[in-house]
């Protein structure tokens, strides 16, 4: 599986935009970028997946260069809500074998601020 | 939010007795996944299920085992449980379709 990097935390103020840079650089072919957002004593939580280029959903944006050797994930006007552990991960390919088999890293802590 | 339950919610336990900690469904998903979760390493999955009956090894499966009789339960079993099993466990479930993970509430146990 492919091994992962980004930062171990960030700071951020309510209100404006937050960019958190992963790298991937032996990403398989065939893997999707996914990212979970995990709250204190929660379960982590979907938030957005992409293949190449932009993806957006009503959470956040996912920016995918051509080569695939990172991603970004956008969260627009960010609120105290959003402090959170975000985890970008690649998705094997269900037909690989193994199930939907993830890797965690240790996330990035976001902390948001007034 | 993807209907699963975990069993108990906490447990405090001793060195040397064994720990079932159950997982319960709603979904009919295929998938199912227990991971630890520890401060410093993230989740780490311990054994996963891909079908009834169908289960495989995750990065840190020793000294758990895992069984699934039927689609909505699985369960996880720490035969003689240690200290260093002392953590935070999670559930999570997806379905061939959409890929994603659903997670569960957790389940805090300490082994003293």
């Known amino acids: 599986l492919a091994k992962t990097t980004q930062p171990i935390s960030m700071d951020s103020y309510e209100g404006q935009e937050v960019n958190i840079t992963c790298s991937h650089n032996?990403?398989?072919?065939?893997?999707?970028i996914t990212w979970y957002q995990q709250f204190p004593s929660q379960g982590p939580r979907f938030i957005i997946q992409?293949?190449?280029t932009k993806v957006t959903n009503e959470v956040a944006s996912l920016f995918i260069p051509a080569d695939r050797k990172s991603s970004t994930l956008s969260l627009p006007r960010v609120s105290l809500s959003d402090t959170a552990v975000y985890y970008c991960l690649p998705r094997p390919d269900i037909l690989t074998g193994g199930g939907n088999k993830l890797t965690f890293g240790t996330g990035t802590q976001l902390k948001v601020e007034l | 939010d993807a209907g699963i339950t975990q069993s108990p919610r906490h447990k405090v336990t001793e060195t040397g007795t064994p720990v079932t900690l159950r997982c319960h469904q709603t979904e009919n998903h295929r998938y199912m996944y227990w991971y630890r979760q520890d401060p410093g390493h993230g989740l780490r999955l311990i054994h996963y299920?891909?079908?009834?009956?169908?289960?495989d090894k995750g990065e840190v499966s020793d000294g758990y085992s895992v069984s699934r009789s039927k689609t909505e339960d699985f369960l996880l079993t720490l035969e003689s449980a240690t200290s260093s099993q002392t953590s935070v466990y999670f559930c999570?479930?997806?379905?061939?379709?959409?890929?994603?993970?659903?997670f569960g509430p957790g389940t805090r146990l300490t082994v003293t």
């Open positions: 032996n990403i398989a072919t065939n893997d999707y």
């Open positions: 992409g293949y190449k």
């Open positions: 299920s891909y079908g009834v009956k169908d289960t």
């Open positions: 999570a479930i997806s379905g061939r379709e959409s890929y994603e993970q659903y």
